[in-house]
């Protein structure tokens, strides 16, 4: 797991998959993102970031899934 940002990748997500908050890729701090299954999520706070190291990659998915839905269709 690659802890860093690299400014030539763009967070996948619109919201954080634990706290379902809006995200401001723009406004992104390095520290609150994780790669993940070769794509850049990224996080409202460092205690989600917490919370996503410590589940399943099949809870990660299924969080991840819940708060992209709305955006795939």
């Not at 400014?7 to 998959?17: A, D, G, K, T, W």
């Not at 992104?28 to 070769?38: D, E, F, I, S, V």
């Amino acid at each position: 797991m690659d802890w860093g940002f690299d400014s030539s990748e763009s967070i996948i997500n619109p919201r954080c998959p634990i706290s379902g908050e809006l995200i401001d890729a723009a406004k992104m701090a390095n520290r609150l993102t994780r790669h993940w299954r070769g794509q850049v999520i990224g996080f409202a706070s460092a205690a989600s970031i917490s919370i996503w190291d410590g589940l399943s990659d099949q809870q990660k998915k299924e969080r991840l899934d819940k708060v992209m839905e709305h955006y795939l269709i």
